[in-house]
């Protein structure tokens, strides 16, 4: 049985002030399934997302990885399955060159110099950006800094990818790399985005939530030949689908 | 931005630094140490047996190409710090202890010149090590040192903040600065107070989002880097002990004197 697959059930969420982010979502991910997460803002994507990585605690419901529930005492073995892109690739680059960036991960997963630089490389091959090894984070451009961050996690060689806005701040070009990586890539992907065509391009399955709530789940086409739902989400057809490319 | 600057803005090396001819952070510490260990270490009326200490930043600046006004600018914003240090000796201490030229000089003024060498010496000493050696080096350096890790984790997290801080202010004023008035815009008193308020909300949420980068990442208190230091006893050892042989003959050896009576007595 693979183990790479991700079930969510039940879950709840509500920030201190009071404000319900996510109110009973559930949905299953199988293994190699591309799925995007689509909502408008404060649908509860973003909440969504850290909830999965253990970084806020739900009030309710469970996150199972692969046959590991989510709780305080495993969020380390979810961590190590689950490679998290965060929207900002600013946020995910702290160390001091893009090498010691991405030999972070696999170095605080206890692995063997030789082993982690193997990993370093072919993570940095996997998304183009072998040449940036030895640059500083800081110096790279938006598309470079995207490119990294997604090698950042490739290196940890997690069976489950989950990304938040992974094209914002990506010209044309750098955002279509991003569409192939994504293509290419055989892990079980989540996607949240409000970019409408790269799910349609990227992601077989769509999610869209809705004040906090699962409010359809099926294949990304049905879902955004869908008007009135898309309309009642506050989302609107991918341009694809508009008839404008 | 400087050739050097990013090791002092930044949690980065720079690139154009070859950091391999350069000697190990932790020689650098210890000289540095020894430096400001001697400096501080003469009287407060001593002004000219200090002179030769200067011979240190001049040497350590010019072989790894720190320019002289870099320096001194940096070594400037500590200058309101050290003349306030000092600026009561002149009038707590009006003992004549000096005749020059019919003119008198009191203790407190000998000293006041003295503390603000003294200081100076030791600020621009602490300024090349920062120059010279990336910040996450010096970290490496000191946790070889046995610092102890949570003090060194620690560090580097301040250092990691400070640029966050300085990252989030440059925004807040640029998009002040376009919607103020003028081509000098500045920043009202009611309105700085809720900026640097904001601030530090922003700079503290920025902050969290690193943290939690780096928890997916398997941060478990220790940051790891791949690089280890390697000491050569010829190039660092050598180093650190030629510096510290030279501030115990500056120790001393009253060598201003020494060469004032040698060159007189020739």
């Given at each position: ?26 949905f ?40 590991t ?17 965060f929207?900002d ?17 696999p ?37 470079e800094?995207?490119a990294v ?39 079980t ?13 990227a992601?077989?399955?769509t ?39 | ?29 210890v ?44 070594a ?29 000089l ?39 040192m ?21 990252g ?23 309105t ?39 000491f050569?006893?010829?190039r ?31």
């Amino acid at each position: 049985m693979s183990h790479h697959f991700l079930d969510v059930a039940g879950l709840c969420f509500a920030y201190p002030d009071g404000t319900e982010a996510l109110n009973g979502v559930s949905f299953r991910l199988e293994h190699g399934e591309s799925v995007g997460l689509v909502g408008a803002n404060g649908a509860g994507k973003s909440t969504m997302l850290l909830a999965l990585a253990g970084l806020v605690l739900p009030s309710g419901g469970t996150v199972n990885v692969g046959g590991t529930i989510l709780a305080r005492n495993t969020v380390g073995e979810i961590r190590k399955r689950m490679g998290f892109v965060f929207q900002d690739p600013e946020d995910q680059l702290f160390m001091p060159t893009v090498f010691d960036d991405v030999a972070f991960g696999p170095l605080n997963q206890g692995l063997s110099v030789p082993e982690v630089s193997s990993r370093v490389r072919e993570s940095l091959e996997g998304v183009g950006a072998a040449h940036l090894s030895e640059r500083p984070t800081y110096r790279l451009s938006g598309g470079e800094k995207r490119a990294v961050a997604i090698a950042t996690v490739l290196s940890m060689l997690p069976d489950i990818l989950v990304m938040d806005e992974p094209s914002s701040g990506l010209d044309p070009k750098g955002r279509r790399l991003l569409i192939q990586l994504l293509k290419k890539f055989t892990h079980t992907r989540l996607v949240a985005t409000h970019d409408l065509d790269l799910v349609m391009e990227a992601c077989s399955r769509t999610i869209v939530l809705h004040e906090g709530k699962v409010a359809a789940d099926g294949a990304s086409r049905e879902i955004f030949e869908n008007a009135a739902l898309l309309e009642r989400c506050h989302l609107e057809p991918p341009l694809c689908m508009q008839g404008k490319c | 931005m400087g050739r050097v600057e990013p090791s002092l803005f930044s949690s980065t090396s720079d690139p154009g630094i070859d950091q391999a001819n350069r000697p190990d952070p932790r020689a650098f510490w210890v000289v540095t140490f020894a430096f400001v260990l001697t400096v501080t270490s003469f009287g407060k009326y001593e002004i000219s047996r200090l002179t030769p200490l200067f011979f240190y930043p001049v040497t350590i600046g010019t072989l790894y190409g720190v320019s002289a006004r870099a320096l001194l600018r940096k070594a400037f914003f500590a200058l309101p710090f050290v003349l306030l240090v000092g600026l009561f000796n002149p009038l707590l201490d009006r003992q004549v202890l000096l005749e020059i030229g019919g003119y008198s000089l009191s203790g407190g003024w000998v000293s006041f010149f003295s503390i603000t060498m003294r200081s100076m010496l030791a600020v621009t000493s602490a300024i090349l090590l920062a120059m010279t050696t990336p910040f996450d080096r010096l970290c490496l350096g000191l946790e070889k040192m046995r610092v102890p890790r949570v003090l060194v984790t620690q560090l580097q997290f301040l250092h990691r903040y400070m640029f966050l801080l300085r990252g989030e202010a440059l925004r807040m004023v640029r998009a002040h600065d376009l919607r103020a008035q003028g081509n000098k815009p500045r920043i009202a008193l009611s309105t700085a107070g809720s900026m640097i308020g904001l601030l530090l909300l922003r700079a503290l949420d920025r902050a969290t989002r690193v943290h939690r980068a780096m928890l997916v990442r398997g941060f478990d208190g220790e940051v790891r880097v791949l690089h280890p230091l390697r000491f050569s006893w010829s190039r660092d050892g050598g180093f650190a002990l030629g510096w510290i042989l030279y501030f115990v003959l500056v120790r001393l050896v009253n060598l201003p004197e020494w060469l004032f009576g040698w060159v007189v007595g020739r």
